[in-house]
């Protein structure tokens, strides 16, 4: 729960559904005259449960969905499936439906969040869920009826009975349970018992239910396999009765037999199949309904002078128009704010772009924040200047005398001859492969290039990108979206980038998990690598360093590595890592696996690493992914 700051310095809770001012950053006192600091505050990420805190308009879909239950009590028993991805208002969904359903007359409710429950408890803590709902004497005379059903247990039960009397619910639903459990008998009269309490409860000798009662079950798409199944197994075979309603929150494609549940046998898959009798698809908000809800956010928190039109466009669209994504968003801007010190000296709308760039374009901002690679300087002045020489060489005109010197310039520092001006295209094309891999596309995203141009412009912007590019490391503010238990990951939304080469590196592995790795890690800067070195060499690895070519040979010809670790650009020569391991390639004095970990990754670079057998990346994370994938049966990473 967000929590705000009391003048004693202990902290009071805020209530629920509402946000918390953030603790303000330390502040110059303001000149008389002037305009009062900027406060902000967090935003609380719960489910709305009140539809006057809706900010997406889902109330008039509770409404109807309300409606259609109420209307449904005859069709009972049946299951809808409220389908969305991660954090794009199923549970707000839920909740409203149950807040309208509160209204409605002789319509009850129940809640279960399945995430809570494992594969042992989740089939009990369901029943017992819904038999929590039932009226004390509806419970104990289902009680009584199991107890006389049962001649070998009549005796035993005829006590309980008795003693079932001062019982409260709780007290008589651990008893039902019981009987309803004592065996494979008595759970085959399961659903018999359980049939009868609804019809007891929901009805008053008509045919169809007076009483409805409606099962909320919320997020069963983030469960363990087994904990799926067992929830299904107790809406389809125990409390598939009527009275009852069942309206479960779940990502459909992540229950796919190609998702969350790919291991299940062909009968499996098809009792999945018939556990939803429809589903209702919470669509994605168009363009205006997601600009204004980012608006009203940032009006919340107290950001929404800082983000221009091309910036609210970049975060509706970057974010997949995802609400949960968007206010997580949010909240690292305003978190990056007020807690981290390196913001003193910048205008707030530094933080707001320097985290949209962090966090919508990841490989760029590894480019930005770690050390400059050789022959290659600021990537922002690069990128910036690539972008007008790409308007020059394609457009039809003659180059303007003016314009050639800075255009010759460019094309020599990526290798590139004068003489290559002409034909145009060619010469583009050969420019792009020695530059970084998304420049291409990144030269057409309008909404990049004005956050960049915005980014520059700001007062102070040599300095910030000075102290980015020396580590000036940023906290990780916007934390990683939770993929569910178990579920494909390919189409998960990309997680929050590293924090280039000098950022702290997650421990790779705890203990001797990697004891008899040797390493060879080769780079003219090895300073860079301190956060990765360490935990290797805490799990047991053995990594030693050489900061040219020269002694990467001498190491080798006293010990032949399980794996080389290399850079790329060193001094002037920008491609020194991979002609090194070229000649030991062609010389065959290491065959072994291959990883180039550098700040830059070109087609042209791209091409060669492949070329050699080795892999090519910008990702701390990757590195310590493909270090483990090496302790596996394939040396090669497959």
Not at 289 to 311: P, T
Request: contains cysteine.
């Amino acid at each position: 729960m967000a929590s705000t700051s009391t003048g004693s310095g202990t902290t009071a809770s805020a209530p629920p559904g509402t946000t918390a001012p953030a603790r303000p950053g330390p502040t110059a006192p303001a000149p008389p005259g002037s305009p009062a600091p900027t406060r902000f505050a967090l935003l609380n990420d719960e489910p709305v449960t009140d539809s006057a805190a809706d900010l997406l308009g889902t109330g008039r879909a509770a409404r109807q969905l309300a409606g259609l239950l109420v209307a449904s009590r005859d069709s009972t028993p049946f299951t809808l499936a409220v389908d969305a991805g991660w954090g794009m208002g199923k549970s707000t969904l839920m909740r409203l439906v149950d807040a309208e359903l509160a209204q409605a007359p002789e319509v009850h409710t129940v809640w279960f969040n399945a995430w809570t429950s494992t594969a042992t408890d989740a089939l009990e803590g369901l029943i017992k869920s819904v038999l929590m709902r039932f009226d004390r004497r509806v419970l104990r005379r289902g009680l009584q009826r199991l107890s006389e059903r049962r001649a070998l247990l009549r005796a035993a039960r005829a006590l309980t009975t008795v003693a079932a009397g001062p019982l409260g619910v709780a007290g008589l639903v651990d008893e039902l349970w019981k009987s309803l459990s004592v065996g494979p008998q008595a759970r085959n009269e399961m659903r018999g018992a359980i049939g009868d309490l609804v019809q007891e409860w929901s009805q008053t000798g008509e045919l169809r239910p007076r009483r409805l009662l409606v099962v909320f079950i919320d997020d069963l798409d983030r469960c363990h396999e087994d904990v799926v199944l067992k929830v299904c197994e107790a809406v389809k075979v125990s409390l598939d009765v009527p009275g009852l309603a069942f309206v479960i929150g779940c990502d459909r494609s992540a229950l796919a037999p190609n998702g969350l549940l790919r291991d299940l046998s062909p009968a499996a898959s098809a009792f999945m199949e018939k556990i939803f009798q429809t589903s209702y698809r919470i669509p994605v908000a168009d363009q205006q309904g997601v600009r204004e809800y980012i608006g009203r956010c940032a009006r919340r928190a107290g950001i929404d002078q800082l983000l221009d039109e091309r910036l609210t466009t970049l975060l509706a669209e970057r974010s997949a128009r995802n609400p949960r994504r968007i206010k997580r968003l949010v909240n690292g801007f305003v978190l990056e704010a007020t807690l981290n010190p390196m913001w003193d000296d910048f205008p707030p709308e530094a933080v707001v772009r320097t985290l949209l760039l962090q966090y919508f374009y990841p490989d760029f901002y590894r480019m930005v924040a770690g050390a400059p690679c050789a022959g290659t300087g600021d990537v922002i002045a690069e990128f910036r200047t690539y972008r007008e020489v790409r308007r020059l060489l394609r457009t039809p005109d003659p180059l303007p005398e003016a314009e050639l010197p800075a255009v010759t310039r460019f094309l020599r520092e990526h290798d590139l001859s004068e003489l290559d001006v002409d034909p145009r295209e060619e010469t583009l094309s050969r420019l792009e492969r020695q530059l970084p891999s998304g420049f291409p596309e990144m030269v057409t995203d309008q909404e990049f290039t004005s956050l960049l141009d915005g980014l520059v412009a700001l007062d102070r912007s040599a300095e910030l990108l000075r102290r980015l590019r020396e580590g000036a490391a940023l906290p990780a503010a916007v934390e990683p979206e939770p993929a569910p238990y178990g579920a494909v990951t390919a189409a998960a939304p990309v997680p929050p980038p590293g924090y280039g080469a000098r950022s702290a590196a997650r421990t790779v592995a705890p203990g001797a998990l990697l004891r008899g790795m040797n390493i060879l890690w080769v780079d003219d800067f090895p300073g860079n690598n301190e956060s990765l070195v360490g935990p290797l060499r805490a799990a047991g690895a053995v990594v030693r360093i050489a900061e040219d070519s020269a002694a990467a040979d001498a190491a080798l010809a006293v010990e032949r590595p399980t794996l080389i670790i290399s850079d790329i650009g060193r001094g002037t020569n920008a491609r020194e890592g991979l002609e090194h391991i070229g000649r030991l390639r062609r010389e065959g004095r290491y065959t072994g696996p291959v990883i180039f970990f550098t700040g830059r990754i070109t087609p042209e670079r791209r091409s060669v690493a492949q070329e050699l057998g080795a892999h090519l990346t910008n990702s701390s994370a990757e590195v310590e992914r493909l270090v483990l994938q090496l302790t596996g049966p394939d040396p090669r990473f497959g």
